[in-house]
């Protein structure tokens, strides 16, 4: 069967939604998403379609736009941005059912649209500008669009081709993307080629997809392993996955992650208070999802130009969500692995081989009460946040000097939530 597949970004949608909210036009406005209240160095999450006009690239540094340009700074608000992008998934619905919509991104979604063009007697073309026309007069977030006859195809439509044309809806076929696209430059542009793998291919004198599409298959193999098939499948427009197939993967393991990047090099001691903290809020996302586990991995970054991160996964006699067992396991791991030579910049904790609480287990040492009851205390905890908020309920820790907990419950994402609004007067500007 023959697809036809749409992809639908949301034209800077942080800034835009900042734009909007202030009853401003996102494409005149200069406005960049960035947290004020951090250093010139803190990176901007969005920039306005102005400003990106003026050459200000999205994700830069503050101090790296140029002084002579006049903006608006907007504080991040993540909460803010998540309801609009909910808000938009919904008109999404109105023409689409769920089961052919791929939510790839907060600002970006796939559409088989295959099985509605006879139902609407519309082309792909059109049905996407109702769709993108729905978005602005509700939102009034502006859309571009990528059409395609598979999802890489749909992809590339909309990343390359789609700023090169006034109603910004590009099209590609593996005929037209082979027509159009295959000398193309720099391969950074195309979906699934980061900087890595454009190096590396550099060196084997690849810099376009014909190339690529044309090099030996034994040496892409030999080079780039079980990848070389993506690579050898996108070089000719290729893509065999659909959403059906998304919708139907299951992955073999489960995991539960948490991590971040301090704000400044911490020492051993307040290193462990924030492994604490995060210990205990992943043993409580557990309980929260009726999962357990049985291995914990920890991550530790150091200060710049030091060493190498620390890295160990360690594998528990419980299958288990007691907050009690995860947090002793995780200091001693921690204990284990930091170098206290260095200051702990970076730390990523994760849960795995997670599954339903059905596979909870215990060993000859578990005290079966004292983990029960951990576990009711867990539940009360997690009772009284959801009412009253994530920092209703906080331990003598999250006081001292380092922790995190406390500021990490008002962010999403490691950015604020949001909650406050602006009015006139109010718009910190530079």
């Known amino acids: 069967m023959n697809h036809i597949y749409l992809c639908i970004d949301l034209k800077s949608f942080y800034a835009s939604v900042e734009c909007v909210a202030r009853g401003l036009d996102p494409m005149t406005t200069n406005l960049v998403v960035a947290d004020s209240s951090r250093t010139e160095k803190t990176i901007c999450l969005a920039v306005s379609p102005a ?42 619905l109105k023409y689409i059912s769920k089961d052919d919509i791929h939510v790839y991104s907060i600002d970006e979604a796939f559409l088989d649209i295959t099985n509605y063009l006879s139902l609407y007697h519309m082309s792909a073309k059109e049905l996407a500008v109702m769709i993108m026309d729905d978005i602005y007069q509700n939102t009034g977030i502006t859309a571009t669009a990528g059409i395609g006859t598979n999802m890489y195809l749909t992809k590339i439509a909309l990343d390359i081709t789609a700023k090169h044309v006034d109603d910004h809806i590009g099209y590609l076929d593996e005929e037209l993307f082979r027509k159009t696209l295959w000398d193309h430059q720099p391969l950074t542009d195309f979906w699934r080629i980061g900087k890595g793998i454009a190096k590396h291919l550099a060196q084997m004198h690849i810099y376009t997809m014909r190339q690529l599409a044309h090099y030996n298959e034994d040496e892409l193999y030999r080079q780039f392993g079980i990848d070389a098939e993506l690579l050898i499948d996108h070089a000719w427009g290729r893509e ?18 948490s991590g971040q990047v301090l704000s400044r090099d911490y020492s051993f001691e307040e290193g462990l208070i924030v492994v604490k903290e995060m210990a205990e809020d992943l043993a409580y996302e557990l309980v929260d999802a009726r999962l357990v586990t049985s291995q914990i991995s920890l991550m530790l970054g150091y200060t710049k130009n030091t060493r190498n991160p620390s890295r160990k996964v360690i594998t528990l006699s419980v299958n288990t969500s007691s907050s009690r067992i995860l947090v002793d396991e995780t200091i001693k791991l921690y204990q284990k692995i930091c170098d206290k030579r260095y200051g702990v910049r970076r730390m990523m904790l994760a849960y795995l081989r997670v599954e339903d609480e059905m596979y909870e287990s215990y060993d000859l040492f578990s005290d079966q009460e004292a983990i029960e009851e951990d576990k009711k205390l867990a539940e009360v905890t997690l009772a009284i946040r959801k009412k009253f908020g994530a920092n209703a309920l906080l331990k003598a820790r999250d006081f001292e000097r380092g922790a995190t907990a406390k500021e990490r419950h008002e962010q999403i994402g490691g950015h604020r939530k949001g909650d406050e609004t602006w009015e006139d007067g109010q718009l910190p500007t530079r």
């Open 51 to 92: 400003l990106k006009a003026l050459g200000v690239k999205n994700r830069c540094r503050v101090f790296e736009i140029p002084k002579h340009i006049n903006y608006i700074m907007a504080t991040p608000r993540m909460q803010e941005y998540i309801n609009v992008s909910a808000s938009i998934y919904a008109i999404y």
């Open 240 to 257: 065999s996955v659909t959403i059906a197939d998304i919708k139907h993967f299951a992955p073999k393991n489960h995991s539960l992650t």
